[in-house]
């Protein structure tokens, strides 16, 4: 299925996000590298288009952010090759397209098609949003596995929460590391739904952002309670690994 390989590219540039939102010092080709991956996500699946648009927003808005030692001359030019790396894909679909002269069944077998077919879905349907979000909820629970795997990310999160309210200082990084993998999780549970179809396998484009939320809820509170030492923090770390 093609919502295999998107998560395949998402997982990579969640990845790769990471190593740039915590390192100041990463090189240029990083970035070409994570715009590439971005801007061929298009290609492998339009219903993935939301969870990279948040990835790429947020890695300009890292980029831009105040940092230490970086000139503004050098921000700049690692959005350049960001934004190269993103146009690149594209560029090279283009040429292909247009020396094979296959533009227009490519633009409307793909991208037209595919667009009606996200507004309504197959019944050419519209439903409320409150529909869209019993009907997901009882998708995630139809299979098995699917709701052994939800459950667990939740528990973790959760436990991961309770311990980040019960220490309320947060680094500023974690807190948008945070904000980012909410709006990553919001984003994928809103490209699975907007179809309107609600097929069993749509839920896969929402594992790679909930093991993201849910691993940056734990380690989040991990940092804090490895930085405070209360009373029984390795017996809370070790569940808090364990549910995770």
């Not at 894909?89 to 247009?98: C, D, E, N, Q, R």
Request: glycine share 6%; proline share 4%; net charge positive.
């Amino acid at each position: 299925d093609s919502g295999h390989v998107s998560m395949l590219l998402i997982s990579a540039a969640i990845f790769i996000f990471s190593s740039l939102f915590f390192s100041s010092r990463a090189g240029h080709l990083r970035h070409f590298i994570l715009g590439l991956i971005l801007g061929s996500v298009a290609y492998t699946k339009l219903q993935a288009v939301p969870i990279a648009l948040v990835i790429a927003a947020m890695q300009i808005a890292v980029t831009l952010a105040p940092k230490d030692g970086l000139t503004l001359k050098r921000k700049i030019t690692r959005l350049c090759f960001f934004a190269g790396g993103g146009i690149l894909p594209s560029a090279i679909l283009v040429l292909y397209l247009f020396f094979n002269r296959a533009f227009e069944a490519f633009w409307q077998e793909y991208v037209i098609y595919n667009s009606i077919y996200a507004a309504g879905g197959v019944h050419r349907i519209t439903l409320d949003w409150w529909v869209k979000a019993i009907r997901f909820i009882r998708l995630i629970f139809d299979f098995l596995e699917n709701s052994f795997f939800f459950i667990a990310l939740f528990s973790s999160s959760l436990l991961g929460f309770v311990l980040l309210a019960w220490r309320s200082h947060i680094t500023a990084p974690r807190k948008y590391l945070i904000i980012f993998s909410l709006l990553l999780v919001a984003s994928a549970v809103y490209a699975a739904a907007k179809p309107n179809n609600f097929f069993a396998y749509y839920t896969t484009i929402v594992f790679v952002p909930a093991v993201f939320l849910s691993g940056v809820f734990a380690g989040s509170a991990l940092d804090i309670l490895e930085s405070r030492h209360p009373p029984g923090m390795p017996r809370m770390r070790n569940s808090l690994l364990a549910v995770f």
